[in-house]
Structure formats: C-alpha cells, structure tokens
C-alpha cells in the first residue's frame, strides 16, 4: 500500500526552525520526483522545494537560503529543513512524489509561525 505520512509541524515562534518529515512506503523515494508543496488560507497550493531522483534540488525564491530539501535512502524520507521562519511561512504543508505515470500525496501537517 501506497503511503506518504508527513510529520513535524507544530507552532514556532518567527525566527524559528522546524524539520518536516515524509515518511513513504509501498515505493522507492529515490524513483520518484519529491515535492514540498504549501498552502495557506485563501491561497493557492504552492511548490516549495522538490529534490530528483538524481538528488538535483530547486526551491522558490522566497525560501532559498532558509529551507533545505534532502532525502534519506534507507528511510525512504524526504525531509524538508526550514530555518528563519517568517509568519508568512505558516501554512500547510504537503509531500508529494511524482513520476511520469504517478503521483501520491500526503496529508499535511501544519506549520504555524508566530511573529
């Protein structure tokens, strides 16, 4: 069975660190594309950070420099590492994995930022 189960949301005050977690299972993370995406209320779902298969790492320009996508093979996780929290960082937060013929996503976990 397909799962991916993402983890380590929680409230921060701004400035903060947190560590997300996506935990995968029924596939190989490292055969997928992975994907941080979030979303606030009243907005529409972004993409955040994504690592390739080949480990290549993009993030958006509002993150860059503060939040670091990495993957861990022998967890079958990816993690996203998100350093000097801004309140408009708080959101959603969703995992997904994505091939040329599939795509699985998580549940969320929410990030709250306190200014």
């Known amino acids: 069975q397909v799962r991916l189960v993402e983890s380590g949301g929680g409230l921060v005050q701004s400035g903060g660190s947190l560590k997300l977690s996506c935990a995968a299972s029924?596939?190989?993370?490292?055969?997928?594309?992975m994907k941080w995406y979030r979303q606030a209320p009243g907005k529409e779902r972004e993409l955040v950070a994504s690592?390739?298969?080949?480990?290549?790492?993009n993030y958006v320009d509002s993150v860059k420099g503060r939040f670091t996508i990495s993957r861990d093979d022998v967890k079958n996780t990816v993690y996203l590492q998100m350093n000097s929290l801004k309140p408009e960082d708080a959101a959603v937060y969703y995992c997904?994995?994505?091939?040329?013929?599939?795509?699985?996503w998580g549940q969320g976990t929410q990030v709250t930022v306190a200014s």
């Open positions: 690592i390739s298969s080949g480990a290549a790492t």
């Open positions: 029924g596939f190989i993370v490292s055969n997928y594309h």
């Open positions: 997904k994995a994505q091939s040329v013929l599939r795509e699985y």
